[in-house]
């Protein structure tokens, strides 16, 4: 008995020493095949040579065929998939804003993308308003005016804390001491839903249309808003006062420009001085109507094994950026570390069971255009939730979009169950294997796990990212920590070959439905709400998912029915994104489930 377990014992010891060192070889394999000066180089054609990329643009198309170009020299095989949904393309070739009165100053500005060229260089008064209404209130008296938006304006003031940071040990374990999803203790998330916010995008896009066409109907030059940045960093993209007319459908507002917001303070210290500044501006711009330019990059290292290789690991990143810095950081750096990833995993062959593949998306920046596309085609519709066919086959989507910081580990989306896999994995990596249950949102992976696929986003040293050079013009090559490239492409290629080699795919979140389902143990109604437009149901059964599980409308209010195993529950309702609380529960018997929700009802299913 005792012979039997020490030989059982030795030959375990042998088989953890053999896979820890067939583990080492793999990576040093790993590490001796990939290239910072590579890495570096594609970073810089794509920044200074063909940035910046905004969707629809030669710019941006350039990008693609370059980015196929040198995956394609390193063995790599790859396809565009165009997604001609009507995007339109925007640039620049010339523009100036310049203060000349009461003193002359050249301002810091940027156009915002999709506005229309001037007339020419044209000079106007100030007039500095609140709210839409005042320039309604005003008609008749803003011909040969700048429109100026005051309710854009706070002051910036000298940044105290650091400018540029690495996550702390500290940092980190808060992070992965977290038990709630929605618990936002590193990097950024936010509970509003995929399709709220397509909704509420196209809202407010119809209004400030009306808005854009009755200031050119009353003959004003141009609109003006200030940056949110301090040190004259502009912050500019498309969804201020002006949200992105991305569509060759939408209406194309005119000249409007973000200037610094030091450089708005003084404007308005001005006027409020009554010494009328005036400010003369010029923009000449191009919209580009070709469909081709909207496409995403498909890359493959093919599967090896006969059933699996049909079977998919994703990584992906967009290439597009904002078009007032080059989009180095935002996101040029990530797209090369990933291609370098395949570039890897080309040369040391090591013929995953699993086919992976590399996609880079177009039009991250334009809400998802490149990734929504592909979802709907390949994985499952984003309206009715109707599956496609590669959703039963992709293990999982890994997503590159926070910078271009070290990796420090990965955010679990609420995937319990993935947390020992990752742990796994990272093990070679000690400084990177931080896992939080936490949801991170707000970029292509979001589309993914929408249909419940595992995808996941990267903790990553945030560095200055946030501070300065997020969708601004100091995303440049120069804030590319060069030290980080390579050990980040060497670990998403260990990571994706770990993944594509697994016995099974990734598991999938336990609970998380998109459609009403009309079957189910348990029965969750909430009475009355008639005039709501669209309720969900949220809990510790769906990890207070902040889509919830969508209600159907019935008579007396909203209905949904699910499948839960025994057990004790907390729950809650969404109403157009209001957390409500079910009021058939008396006040004093709500409950919370110190994890930071309150207001709860407590149900047993048994
Ligand atoms: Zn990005």
Redesign the pocket.
């Known amino acids: 008995m005792y012979k039997i377990k020490l030989v059982l014992f030795i030959g375990m010891c042998l088989i953890t020493n053999l896979s820890i060192k067939a583990q080492s070889q793999l990576l040093d394999s790993i590490k001796n095949n990939s290239s910072e000066k590579r890495i570096m180089k594609n970073i810089s054609y794509f920044s200074d040579v063909y940035g910046p990329r905004l969707l629809g643009t030669p710019k941006y198309n350039k990008s693609v065929l370059y980015a196929q170009q040198v995956l394609s020299e390193n063995g790599v095989s790859t396809r565009l998939e165009s997604f001609d949904k009507g995007y339109r393309g925007w640039d620049f070739s010339s523009f100036k804003v310049q203060m000349t009165t009461p003193n002359y100053s050249s301002i810091i500005a940027y156009p915002l993308a999709f506005t229309k060229s001037t007339k020419s260089a044209q000079e106007g008064e100030l007039v500095f308003i609140d709210k839409i209404q005042d320039a309604y209130d005003l008609k008749g008296k803003l011909k040969g005016k700048i429109i100026m938006f005051k309710s854009l304006y706070y002051p910036v003031k000298s940044i105290e804390q650091q400018m540029s940071i690495r996550l702390s040990d500290e940092d980190l374990n808060k992070a992965t001491a977290n038990t709630d999803p929605n618990d936002v203790r590193i990097g950024y998330h936010s509970r509003i839903s995929i399709p709220t916010l397509f909704e509420n995008r196209e809202n407010y896009k119809n209004k400030i249309t009306e808005f854009f066409k009755y200031l050119e109907q009353q003959e004003v030059i141009a609109t003006v808003e200030p940056s949110d940045y301090p040190y004259n960093i502009l912050h500019v993209d498309g969804n201020r006062a002006l949200p992105s007319f991305r569509l060759k459908t939408d209406y194309k507002p005119l000249a409007s420009f973000v200037i610094s917001n030091e450089h708005f303070g003084r404007l308005l210290r001005l006027q409020n001085l009554n010494l009328s500044p005036k400010l003369k501006v010029e923009l000449t711009s191009t919209y580009y109507n070709e469909p081709l330019y909207n496409r995403n990059l498909i890359a493959e290292i093919p599967g090896s094994d006969p059933v699996l290789k049909n079977e998919l690991v994703i990584i992906g990143a967009?290439l597009d950026s904002w078009h007032s810095g080059t989009g180095a950081v935002?996101?040029a750096a990530s797209c090369a570390m990933l291609m370098e990833a395949m570039i890897i995993l080309k040369k040391i062959n090591p013929k995953p069971k699993r086919t992976i593949r590399l996609v880079l998306w177009g039009g991250?920046?334009q809400v998802f255009a490149g990734s929504e596309f592909y979802v709907n085609e390949h994985v499952g519709d984003m309206k009715t939730g109707e599956p496609k066919n590669e959703k039963p086959k992709i293990s999982a989507y890994l997503n590159l979009?926070n910078g271009a910081g070290k990796i420090r580990g990965i955010y679990l989306m609420g995937n319990k169950k993935i947390e020992p896999y990752f742990a796994e994995y990272l093990q070679p990596f000690p400084t990177s294997n931080t896992l939080t249950i936490q949801n991170a949102n707000q970029?292509d992976h979001w589309l993914f796990d929408y249909h419940n696929i595992p995808a996941f986003q990267f903790i990553q040293d945030p560095l200055d990212y946030i501070s300065a050079i997020h969708h601004t013009n100091a995303d440049l090559y120069e804030y590319v920590p060069k030290e980080d490239q390579e050990f980040n492409a060497d670990l998403v290629a260990y990571l994706s070959l770990k993944i594509a080699n697994e016995k099974e795919l990734l598991p999938r979140k336990p609970c998380q439905y998109i459609k009403p389902n009309k079957i189910g143990n348990t029965t969750f109604q909430l009475i009355g709400f008639k005039n709501a437009k669209k309720v969900s149901l949220v809990g510790n059964f769906n990890n207070w998912d902040m889509f919830g599980l969508p209600m159907y409308k019935t008579a007396d209010g909203w209905k949904t029915k699910i499948d839960l195993p025994k057990g004790k529950y907390f729950y809650k309702f969404i109403v157009d994104e209001n957390w409500t609380n079910d009021p058939k529960t008396p006040e004093n018997e709500l409950a919370k489930d110190g994890k930071g929700h309150g207001g709860l009802t407590v149900i047993y299913v048994e």
């Open positions: 967009h935002d996101n991250e920046e979009d970029t």
